[in-house]
């Protein structure tokens, strides 16, 4: 994923950016680039890790520059198709997050004019447009240029002799920081938390520019607003790896607080209506993608069976392209980042469809939590791994207190099982540390998994959709071919497929569905495929037919 950041103050320019790119390279990148504007524009870009090529970027002493990590998508990664882009004139320079749909037409026009390329990216458009419009004022010829594209940007540009950093966003977050007499510009807050945690987070189609004493803020009309900063809690060591091998096994560790920060406040904004109104609600839909999806399906069980409400999943990416059924059910749209654009898109087409929407997002400020009706927070914390971890286990949690509002509200929760739900959430960080402290003993169960080229993910019911997100962890982060399964559904097919070679993750928990999973997995070590069991500690039965 591509990264921005950029600076304008009192100290040397390319030493913030450096480390603010540092910070955003847990995003993955193929390629890194920086500009920085003092009398004239200096320029430094190449394919490769910061960490290979830094030691070649002069340390230029100007006070002003952009910066960009990029993860090609439009034209491979080389020198050329990096970014900043620099105009006709070396004037001029840009970065961008994000996709030009119109790119190819407008290349063709500004070609004919005389405007030399030098990349393969949709990008480079933007930068030759501002040529176009500049007029000695950044800000107008960057609307201008916005304005003749079609497609997503966070965008961050500046001039050679002036003294401003110009922004602006469209479905591409982008946030500025205030620091005193200097500030800086990034897509992602981490970057910023060096210098700051004062934040104004833009908002969709704004645009700014933002000078080493000010930010004068547009609206997307192009009038000039104001809004009060908001302030980022998390801490630059949140942000960093304390002492971890890798920020994934950090961001695991971090389960337990991640639960405990989560719930806390919220059983009592729960109850007060602060989340959820008192309003009448006869469904509800969950939308989302990825593991946010499969915390949604989690949450599909635990509403019907908490609020015996009728509760749909949709894909946030296909969303958009189902009929509707004229009705408006409860739209809760579950996103980690907030910035999905599958979710935002599918969060503006709910409430056109009259749908009344609320966010589940880990990120305040962000583009959802703006956009949504209701926002429930699930405060797990910056996580830089990018592979859901605490964030998958806080959305559930905000299933649970969202299932216990909408039982409440409805009755069809009675208060003495109100209050043994809520006393179990409190126990999760005791029982999530309980299972953390037995990583040696996981280590070794999992030795059995890792030479395998396939491996399937067995659940029913509440966790079919874990067994699900399991498969997903493990394809993403080993790249071993896994594949999550309601267990019922195995005789139907994929049994076919299975043999000594290929192991078995079974969850079989003490439930309606405990004998049926039985069956189950007899029915896979039959077939010799090694069973991996996740059960309740000291179930002898489980223990007798699994072999980790
Ligand atoms: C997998 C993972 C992704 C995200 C998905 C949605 O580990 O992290 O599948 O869950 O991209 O992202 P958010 O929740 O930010 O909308």
Request: glycine share 8%.
């Amino acid at each position: 994923m591509c990264g921005i950041v950029g600076y304008v103050g009192e100290r040397m320019a390319i030493d913030v950016l450096l480390d603010g790119l540092k910070r955003l390279e847990y995003r993955g990148y193929d390629s890194v680039g920086v500009a920085i504007a003092s009398e004239e524009l200096k320029l430094f870009k190449d394919k490769g890790e910061l960490s290979k090529i830094e030691a070649q970027i002069p340390r230029w002493k100007g006070k002003m520059g952009i910066g960009h990590t990029r993860w090609a998508t439009c034209g491979r990664p080389s020198k050329n198709n990096s970014h900043p882009f620099v105009d006709c004139t070396g004037r001029i320079a840009l970065v961008h997050n994000g996709i030009i749909e119109n790119h190819l037409s407008l290349r063709k026009q500004l070609e004919d004019e005389g405007h030399v390329f030098t990349s393969e990216t949709d990008t480079e458009v933007l930068v030759h447009l501002m040529e176009r419009h500049y007029n000695g004022d950044a800000h107008a010829a960057l609307m201008a240029a916005l304005s003749q594209v079609k497609g997503t940007y966070a965008v961050a540009a500046m001039v050679e002799g002036d003294d401003r950093i110009v922004v602006s966003r469209k479905e591409n977050p982008l946030v500025i920081g205030l620091g005193v007499g200097e500030n800086m510009v990034a897509s992602d807050v981490t970057a910023l938390l060096s210098l700051t945690n004062r934040v104004l987070y833009l908002l969709e189609g704004e645009s700014a520019i933002v000078t080493a004493g000010g930010i004068t803020l547009f609206d997307a009309d192009g009038n000039k607003v104001e809004r009060e900063p908001s302030t980022v809690t998390w801490t630059v060591e949140d942000a960093e790896k304390g002492g971890f091998e890798h920020y994934m096994l950090k961001e695991i560790y971090e389960q337990p607080t991640a639960i405990h920060n989560s719930l806390l406040g919220s059983l009592d904004e729960i109850y007060a209506g602060a989340i959820i109104p008192d309003i009448e609600i006869n469904s509800v839909k969950l939308v989302a993608c990825g593991s946010s999806s499969h915390a949604a399906m989690v949450g599909k069980y635990i509403i019907e069976e908490m609020a015996r409400l009728p509760t749909t999943v949709e894909l946030a990416s296909e969303y958009r392209y189902s009929p509707g059924t004229g009705e408006s059910p409860l739209t809760i749209l579950v996103t980690q980042s907030g910035e999905t654009a599958d979710t935002l898109a599918a969060a503006r087409e709910a409430r056109q469809r009259g749908c009344r929407t609320l966010a589940v997002t880990n990120l305040v400020g962000s583009t959802i939590s703006r956009e949504a009706d209701h926002v429930f927070y699930t405060n797990a914390g910056p996580e830089i791994s990018v592979a859901a971890t605490k964030s998958y286990i806080t959305q559930l949690m905000a299933m649970y207190l969202l299932g216990l509002r909408l039982g409440t509200m409805r009755q069809t929760l009675d208060r003495a099982e109100v209050r043994s739900l809520s006393n179990e959430l409190r126990s999760m960080p005791r029982y999530v540390s309980g299972v953390l402290d037995r990583a040696s003993e996981i280590e070794e169960a999992v030795d059995m998994l890792a030479k395998a080229d396939h491996i399937f993910y067995l659940g029913r019911n509440i966790n079919y959709p874990t067994m699900l997100e399991g498969a997903l962890k493990l394809k993403e982060i080993s790249y071993i071919h896994a594949e999550g399964y309601a267990a019922g559904e195995l005789k139907h097919g994929p049994l076919a497929l299975l043999d000594a070679n290929t192991p078995v993750v079974a969850a079989c928990v003490n439930d309606h569905t405990r004998e049926k999973m039985l069956g189950n997995i007899s029915e896979v070590a039959a077939r010799d495929s090694p069973v991996l069991g996740i059960g309740v500690e000291g179930d002898r039965e489980l223990e007798a037919i699994t072999d980790a």
